[in-house]
């Protein structure tokens, strides 16, 4: 069965970064893209890019262009997220999600458990 | 604020039908599928409608989902308390390349 197993919970600094890791297993890995939403605490979803686990073609959300970096490693059927210049209102729970489709216009099938990443000083 | 449109409650009785609207612009929903994800209370967000009607295996049918023009509605028939949680549409936007969500509607059962 498709599986997404995300790592544990963060505690960052403003000013530093955080590097999310989301293994993937039950499916071909290069098939599919992976993207990354996040929500912050009582909010909404609120999607942060997409990446091909085939190419590693990126599509980033413009608000958070220069500040987000995705990367796959296909050894290993693992995506990750980094982000950098954390702030306060980065606190959220970060989820990695498989996209069947060409930079995530085809919605996405199946999710992580999700990654609290606290921001504070 | 959210660039798709989604009442923040709604509420039923066991048994009865409900529907979440979404409403959105030409260069998202009237361009693009839509999709719905239910979340419920302390997990993470499931694929519950994509391309707009199409349930993913495993999803009952009493969910359905339609879009017209611009807008787009869940409906959940047969409302049952397992139902409760956020229901949050979602589409492709063309001018800002972005994935765009709804705010997220609160579905109480009452």
């Known amino acids: 069965q498709v599986q997404l197993v995300q790592s544990g919970a963060e505690v960052k600094k403003p000013g530093a970064s955080v590097k999310v890791s989301c293994k993937a297993s039950?499916?071909?890995?290069?098939?599919?893209?992976i993207s990354w939403v996040r929500q912050a605490p009582g909010q909404g979803l609120e999607w942060m890019g997409w990446?091909?686990?085939?190419?590693?073609?990126?599509n980033y959300a413009q608000k958070l262009q220069g500040r987000v970096t995705m990367t796959t490693d296909t050894s290993t059927s693992t995506a990750y997220m980094e982000l950098r210049s954390l702030r306060s209102d980065d606190t959220a729970v970060y989820y990695c999600?498989?996209?069947?489709?060409?930079?995530?216009?085809?919605?996405?099938?199946?999710w992580g458990q999700g990654t609290l990443v606290t921001v504070s000083s | 604020q959210s660039v798709l449109t989604q009442p923040p409650s709604a509420s039923g009785t066991p048994g009865q039908r409900v529907t979440i609207s979404c409403s959105g612009s030409?260069?998202?929903?009237?361009?693009?599928?839509v999709y719905w994800y239910q979340q419920l209370p302390g997990t993470a967000p499931k694929l519950l409608i994509y391309?707009?009607?199409q349930r993913p295996s495993g999803v009952p049918d009493r969910f359905s989902g339609s879009k017209s023009g611009t807008s787009a509605s869940l409906a959940i028939s047969g409302l049952r308390s397992e139902d409760e949680a956020d229901y949050y549409c979602?589409?492709?936007?063309?001018?800002?390349?972005?994935?765009?969500f709804g705010g997220g509607t609160k579905l109480t059962v009452l």
């Open positions: 999600a498989r996209a069947p489709g060409i930079a995530a216009a085809d919605g996405f099938d199946y």
């Open positions: 039950g499916y071909t890995f290069t098939s599919y893209g």
């Open positions: 990446i091909s686990a085939y190419n590693g073609n990126t």
């Open positions: 030409s260069s998202n929903i009237g361009s693009n599928y």
């Open positions: 391309r707009n009607n």
């Open positions: 979602a589409a492709w936007d063309d001018s800002l390349s972005d994935v765009v």
